[in-house]
T-cell receptor, first 114, second 116 residues
C-alpha cells in the first residue's frame, strides 16, 4: 500500500464522541487526502493537504476537521461523531496535484458509529 | 463540473473470456483518466492511467484501457479473465482545466465477478 499506514484499522464508537483517524506516509509526498467510501457513492473527498499546515475542503467536509503538523502525518477528526459518518475512510498521497499525478491509497479505516 | 459514470454495478464473466468494465466521463477541458482496483478489505490499487498520446493504455496484471474522445469513454479491458480478477473496479477523472480544482472524481464502482 505504497508506504501508507492508517490507524486504527477498525473502530467502534458512540454518537457524540470525538474520533481521530491517523494517516502516516513514508514517501515524503507533498499532497495527502482523506476520502470516505460508501456503497453507491464510490469515493468522496473530505479534505486534503498541500503541505504542512496547509489544508482545504473537499466535497463532503461538513462535520470533519483535519490537521497536518508534519509532512508524514495527516489527521482526520470527527468532532462529534454521528451515525451518518459510519463509513470506510481512506487516506491517499500524491507527489503533485494536477495533470497525470497518481494518488496512492492506504489500507483504510472501518468506522462504525452507534 | 466533472463527473464519471460506471453504468454497470456488476459484471459477470466466465474465466478465460474477455472482460470489459465500462466508464464514461464529462469534463470541461481535457481529461486525465485512471482505473483502480479494490480487493475485499483492502485499499485501492492503481491499475493504469491515460494522460495523452496513444489511446490504448496498458497497465498492471494484463489490463488495458481504451480512451475514446468522441464517445467520452475509457473502458477497462482484459483479453482473458482470471478468477483472481474478481474485485471492485473504480474509474476516476481529473479535469486539466482546473474546473474541479484538479481533484479526482470517482465513479461508484463496478463489481467484477469471474466465474470458474
Amino acid at each position: 500500500d505504497a508506504g501508507i499506514t492508517q490507524s486504527p484499522r477498525h473502530k467502534v464508537t458512540e454518537t457524540g464522541t470525538p474520533v481521530t483517524l491517523r494517516c502516516h506516509q513514508t514517501e515524503n509526498h507533498r499532497y495527502m487526502y482523506w476520502y470516505r467510501q460508501d456503497p453507491g457513492h464510490g469515493l468522496r473527498l473530505i479534505h486534503y493537504s498541500y503541505g504542512v499546515k496547509d489544508t482545504d475542503k473537499g466535497e463532503v467536509s461538513d462535520g470533519y476537521s483535519v490537521s497536518r503538523s508534519k509532512t508524514e502525518d495527516f489527521l482526520l477528526t470527527l468532532e462529534s461523531a454521528t451515525s451518518s459518518q459510519t463509513s470506510v475512510y481512506f487516506c491517499a498521497i500524491s507527489e503533485g496535484l494536477a495533470g497525470g499525478e497518481t494518488q496512492y491509497f492506504g489500507p483504510g479505516t472501518r468506522l462504525l458509529v452507534l | 463540473a466533472q463527473s464519471v459514470a460506471q453504468p454497470e454495478d456488476q459484471v459477470n464473466v466466465a474465466e478465460g473470456n474477455p472482460l470489459t468494465v465500462k466508464c464514461t466521463y464529462s469534463v470541461s477541458g481535457n481529461p486525465y483518466l485512471f482505473w483502480y482496483v479494490q480487493y475485499p478489505n483492502r485499499g485501492l490499487q492503481f491499475l493504469l492511467k491515460y494522460i495523452t498520446g496513444d489511446n490504448l493504455v496498458k497497465g498492471s496484471y494484463g489490463f488495458e484501457a481504451e480512451f475514446n474522445k468522441s464517445q467520452t469513454s475509457f473502458h477497462l479491458k482484459k483479453p482473458s479473465a482470471l478468477v483472481s480478477d474478481s474485485a471492485l473496479y473504480f474509474c476516476a477523472v481529473r479535469d486539466d482545466s482546473g474546473a474541479g480544482s484538479y481533484q479526482l472524481t470517482f465513479g461508484k464502482g463496478t463489481k467484477l465477478s469471474v466465474i470458474p
